[in-house]
């Protein structure tokens, strides 16, 4: 799947298969009926106070809802937790704010905050306050991460400040990255914050267990709070993503499922070719390489359904053979585009098979030649060239079937028979 403005198409993937694939995966919660670690590092998962819910996508059973009390799903210490660069990334619907001494609200959190080995994701207001922790406001609230000591430290709080602020019962999707020097913070796409560390301070490590929508080594003083909301998704990664690969997490867009196949016929035969996805309202747009690069198809009487999820290929030509077809599918949010399919197109008789047969005679001819189909058929009868193109076409029948080429030079000729539905080939030399 990817995500398209008009019609320039990025090279992307989905979540879990394609973009950011396993790469450096640590853990994977997608909250699919169940609160495990799905990316196979087995981290044992152990919920409380979870309450199952509908997801992003409005399914039930998507996603689990966390009461800011004391909900969360948490997992013991493994060393792979022990990260130096990170992605944490969320899909989240937030419900409601805590107003304790500082606000933070926690979505995942490991260790003790600013210590070594900690790391967080979370939302607070102050950075619109000058880390004024006493001061609350719901409408300036922003995300913000932590890599042990390093960050901002209060003297640089205001520069994790981003618009538009936070707002409730509205879904996110929020990566954090750490790449060792500086964070990032995105938002539904859109880079809202790049902070490089000024405090000089190091990440480090531990040995302490992990929580989402809850931060264990917290609760104690009461800082920071928990979530209270949705979550449908959290992914930790042990590097920091690239942009196109954070752009490209949680891609709900779907994506080309049924790709066009190779296609071998005789020159001005009939084909197609046929693209299937799950991209939703989707529309079509056909594309050929005819060996310099792709670009878009239009209608004409060799190529129709150009917009359409079935291309139809109408007399190919010797010309044509080796062109690439594939298809761009896009709705108004996102695309995906499907693979290459190659055309050959030869002048030979054996890729057409039937149980009728076509006979030519004389073969070879210089003026007349009379064309019969083993069951007296009336059919169409054409001659193309070697380039391709059309230069007779007749009927025969059993009773009339003597046909003039005297007119037509010297060479190689396919002879091509249309009785019905069917296409009988063969070849004639023309002397």
């Known amino acids: ?198 405090t000089g301070g190091a990440f480090g490590t531990s040995t302490d267990s992990l929580a989402i929508g809850f931060h264990p080594f917290g609760a104690g003083t009461g800082y920071p709070f928990p979530f209270k909301g949705i979550i449908d998704d959290v992914k930790i990664y042990n590097r920091a993503l690239h942009d196109s690969e954070v752009i490209e997490y949680g891609d709900t867009c779907g994506y080309v499922t049924g790709h066009p196949t190779n296609k071998s016929i005789v020159v001005g035969a009939n084909t197609k070719y046929f693209v299937m996805s799950t991209i939703g309202a989707a529309s079509y747009r056909w594309q050929v390489d005819t060996g310099t690069g792709y670009y878009y198809l239009t209608s004409s009487s060799v190529y129709s359904g150009v917009n359409a999820d079935t291309l139809r290929v109408t007399g190919a030509t010797a010309g044509m053979s080796g062109n690439r077809y594939r298809c761009a599918v896009f709705n108004e949010f996102c695309s995906d585009t499907s693979a290459g399919a190659l055309l050959t197109a030869t002048l030979g008789v054996n890729d057409f098979q039937s149980a009728r047969q076509v006979t030519v005679i004389p073969n070879p001819a210089t003026d007349y030649i009379s064309v019969r189909i083993s069951d007296g058929a009336v059919g169409r009868v054409q001659l193309l060239n070697s380039l391709g193109q059309i230069v007779l076409d007749d009927k025969t029948s059993r009773t009339n079937d003597r046909i003039s080429i005297g007119y037509l030079p010297a060479g190689i000729y396919i002879c091509r028979v249309t009785s019905g539905e069917e296409i009988y080939i063969s070849r004639l030399i023309k002397n």
């Open 1 to 198: 799947m990817k995500k398209i403005a008009l019609f320039a198409l990025s090279a992307v993937c989905s979540i879990g298969a394609f973009a950011q694939g396993g790469v450096g995966l640590i853990a994977h919660w997608n909250m699919n009926g169940s609160f495990n670690d799905v990316s196979g590092n087995a981290h044992v998962s152990r919920a409380v106070n979870v309450t199952p819910a509908a997801g992003r996508t409005g399914a039930p059973n998507t996603a689990y809802y966390f009461n800011g009390i004391n909900s969360m799903i948490s997992t013991p210490y493994v060393a792979d937790l022990s990260l130096t660069n990170y992605s944490i990334c969320a899909i989240i619907k937030i419900k409601g704010y805590n107003s304790g001494l500082c606000q933070a609200n926690t979505v995942v959190g490991r260790g003790f905050l600013q210590q070594p080995g900690a790391y967080t994701l979370q939302f607070n207001d102050n950075p619109n306050d000058g880390n004024d922790c006493a001061a609350f406001d719901t409408t300036k609230q922003v995300f913000q991460a932590n890599a042990g000591a390093t960050g901002s430290g209060s003297a640089g709080v205001a520069m994790w400040d981003y618009a538009p602020r936070i707002v409730s019962d509205a879904w996110y999707k929020v990566v954090a990255t750490w790449d060792g020097t500086k964070y990032k913070i995105w938002v539904n796409d859109t880079l809202k914050t790049t902070l490089v560390s000024i």
